[in-house]
């Protein structure tokens, strides 16, 4: 969080696509292919917060109640949520460009604006503002059902709207509706999370922190403390990272060489406990292992 914060690194991207042969819980994860933006600088994340009873706490109640006549209990802990206009919309503008770039026919803007009005209905709000920036390039779904049929004219994405918890339903309900997918910090966790566990879970789930300037890029899970030097885990989410790393870079041959050969050595049944245990016939191996099978079938990429 701390180097995501110090690099300005605001655009948390955390793609979520179906490779064949992976175990699902899906009927049809052919249909996943979307890619979440998550504002990475600001909202819960932002880490403004005081615990229950501390002084700090009970000065932001005192303060809370008096000035703005607020009632929240004595014991309660306190976090701030700031969501503004600037983060939101260079957020939404990277992944409406990214959507143009890369073939994606629709940005969703994912937020729980009916309740939260001032933070994440203002998300929304600025979301639709900054598309508004890319002209004719872009559509509402407004405009495209009430002008165009539901059809949209060649060469524009969709720009819509989702409440949260709705969205949760309908990527599982109907996924090939949503392709990219704009998000405060807390619901693009959330959500990237829940993804990618439809195509095989968090062992095969890569990201990127990108900013203006540079990037990072790591596993969506995060770190693993109690496996560490165990060699047991999934690299797949690592590997797909760095293959990130180098579509960013522009070397995107070295990047579909990576890719393929992965899928070819998962294909071949060859996998880590986490996906062994979700396969039928499959052949367990350790970290290193899985690594060396990738090697093999680069080989013939």
């Known amino acids: 969080v701390t180097i995501r914060q110090e690099l300005d690194l605001y655009a948390c991207v955390r793609p979520v696509k179906y490779m064949d042969a992976m175990p699902s819980p899906m009927k049809a994860p052919e249909k996943i292919d ?18 229950a009873g501390s002084n700090d706490a009970k000065r932001v109640i005192d303060f809370l109640f ?3 006549g607020a009632e929240i209990p004595e014991d309660a802990g306190i976090g701030i949520k700031p969501i503004s206009e600037k983060n939101t919309k260079r957020l939404v503008a990277k992944a409406i460009s990214y959507a143009l770039d890369n073939g994606y026919s629709s940005v969703t803007l994912m937020h729980k604006g009916n309740i939260m009005k001032f933070t994440e209905g203002a998300f929304c709000k600025w979301g639709y ?17 009430g002008q165009f049929g539901g059809k949209p004219p060649e060469g524009r994405i969709v720009i819509k709207d989702r409440i949260a918890d709705m969205l949760f339903a309908q990527v599982l309900l109907r996924p090939e509706e949503f392709g990219v997918i704009a998000t405060p910090n807390l619901n693009g966790d959330y959500l990237s999370d829940a993804l990618a566990a439809q195509v095989g879970g968090l062992g095969m789930a890569p990201g990127a922190n990108i900013g203006d300037d540079c990037a990072v890029f790591e596993a969506t899970h995060g770190t693993a403390p109690k496996y560490a030097g165990l060699d047991k885990v999934n690299p797949g989410s690592l590997i797909l990272s760095a293959a990130m790393m180098l579509d960013y870079l522009g070397w995107r041959k070295a990047a579909a060489v990576i890719r393929t050969s992965l899928q ?19 052949v367990e191996v350790s970290c290193s292992g899985f690594g060396k099978a990738m090697v093999e079938a680069m080989k013939n990429v």
């Not at 979307?34 to 615990?51: H, P, Q, S």
């Open 264 to 282: 070819k050595t998962i294909r071949s049944g060859v996998v880590t406990y986490d996906l062994a245990r979700q396969m039928k016939n499959a």
């Open 66 to 68: 008096r000035q703005m």
């Open 129 to 145: 503002e900054a598309a508004e920036k890319f002209g004719d390039r872009v559509i509402t779904e407004a405009a495209l059902y």
């Open 34 to 51: 979307m890619v979440i933006f998550r504002e990475n600088t600001e909202d819960l994340y932002a880490g403004i917060e005081w615990k």
